[in-house]
């Protein structure tokens, strides 16, 4: 179980675990039965996005 930054944390884990070439690694993910996230930006967060338009209009020049 994860929440938030954890949740992106245990999947980053489990991705790399299961493209791993040591077998210990592998384990990791081949164990796995179950992850619940709780909370957990998969694709980002929308208020960090906000930044992209706002910040251009406070350039120095």
Not at 30 to 55: E, M, N, Q, W, Y
């Amino acid at each position: 179980m994860g929440h938030s930054l954890g949740g992106l944390l245990i999947k980053s884990i489990l991705r790399k675990s299961r493209e791993a070439s040591d077998q210990g690694l592998r384990a990791i993910s081949d164990a796995t039965r179950l992850v619940v996230f709780i909370a957990t930006p998969h694709c980002g967060a929308s208020l960090a996005s906000i930044g992209k338009f706002v910040l251009p209009h406070f350039r120095q020049n």
